[in-house]
């Protein structure tokens, strides 16, 4: 039985496992890159990793339209796009240098609560009072564990929300995106950008003439190429890997199941993120710190149950 005849609860059921899946190999990639945030720059090692993951991508062009699906009408959308998805993922990338894994993750999770905002504004969906109150109580468990204006204040806790942020935006431009350009094409263009401004900020910076910082996020952005070890490489390299067979993975749990159903089980991610910060780095969230994780959680499971409901 194909999977377009099988029955919508056994299409879920497979949906939720392939998203469990993707999810479980990105949050390798996050592991790889907080290992290797304090000897080598960030522009750096996505260099090595978007040119390990263009034959990956081709593959899945070429499986998902071919070619031809690259160059579109869309074509130019898709590369702003990638812009986006760039400042989205660096902010991420940056804020893993210095956080911990768990608190990256999580202020990374207010991606639902702006998508849910801005969908108000350009894709002209109604949210109700419910899912508003919702969303206040969402930004209430991000400013817990960013702290503003407290002693424990650390700005590099604002990075994942501007990736929480920029996030929000590519999704809206992907859900218009969507119903004509393939979802391997949108990969490409946004793997594409990600190599351009590597090498352009390697350009720059790969001398390590800024390299005078000690904050852990700016050393990661400003520090010079280093020779990697054979070991170190790999990590590079197998992050362009995991990132292809994450989207493919991810893809594929949203092609065959509904979104709505599936979604909730991004908050995988911070299970791992738990648990490989503990296991590397001995972190450990501290109570105000599982305050914020859960109210965040809730209000975005929450206003993901009444989306699907609204539906």
């Given at each position: 039985?194909?999977?377009a005849?099988?029955?919508?609860p ?35 090692a ?9 034959p990956?991508?081709?593959l899945?062009?070429h ?6 699906s690259?160059?579109t009408?869309?074509?130019r ?36 609560l702006?998508i849910?905002i801005?969908?108000v ?16 109580a969402?930004?209430a468990?991000?400013?817990i564990m960013?702290?503003?204006?407290g002693?424990l204040?650390?700005w ?8 929480g942020?920029?996030y ?5 431009a ?5 119903s004509t ?5 949108l ?8 190599l ?9 910076l790969?001398?390590g ?23 170190d490489?790999?990590?590079?390299m ?7 067979a ?10 065959i199941?509904?979104a ?7 908050y ?9 910060g503990?296991?590397f780095?001995q ?5 105000p ?8 959680i ?5 206003i993901l149950?009444r ?5």
């Amino acid at each position: 039985m194909s999977t377009a005849t099988q029955p919508l609860p056994v299409r879920n059921a497979a949906g939720v496992a392939f998203l469990i899946a993707g999810v479980a190999v990105f949050s390798v990639q996050d592991l790889i890159l907080k290992l290797l945030s304090g000897a080598y720059p960030l522009h750096q090692a996505m260099v090595l990793r978007s040119l390990t993951a263009i034959p990956f991508l081709l593959l899945l062009v070429h499986l998902d339209g071919g070619l031809r699906s690259l160059f579109t009408p869309g074509t130019r959308a898709m590369i702003w796009r990638g812009v986006v998805m760039f400042v989205a993922y660096t902010a991420y990338y940056l804020a893993l240098a210095a956080l911990p894994m768990a608190t990256t993750v999580a202020l990374y999770f207010s991606a639902p609560l702006f998508i849910t905002i801005l969908s108000v504004f350009f894709l002209s969906e109604t949210v109700g009072p419910r899912r508003w109150i919702a969303l206040m109580a969402g930004f209430a468990g991000v400013l817990i564990m960013v702290r503003p204006g407290g002693d424990l204040f650390e700005w590099a806790a604002l990075l994942p929300v501007l990736s929480g942020f920029a996030y929000a935006i590519s999704m809206i431009a992907a859900r218009r995106l969507g119903s004509t350009e393939s979802a391997a094409a949108l990969a490409f263009w946004g793997n594409a950008v990600f190599l351009a401004a590597a090498l352009a900020m390697s350009a720059i910076l790969g001398t390590g003439a800024f390299a005078s910082e000690t904050h852990p996020s700016l050393a990661f952005l400003l520090r010079g190429w280093v020779m990697p070890t054979g070991f170190d490489l790999m990590l590079m390299m197998a992050c362009g890997v995991i990132a292809a067979a994450g989207l493919t993975l991810l893809t594929q749990a949203y092609r065959i199941g509904e979104a709505s159903v599936v979604t909730p089980f991004e908050y995988t991610g911070l299970l791992w993120s738990v648990i490989y910060g503990w296991a590397f780095w001995q972190q450990w969230p501290t109570m105000p710190d599982w305050a914020g994780i859960a109210i965040i959680i809730g209000a975005g499971l929450y206003i993901l149950w009444r989306e699907r409901s609204a539906s």
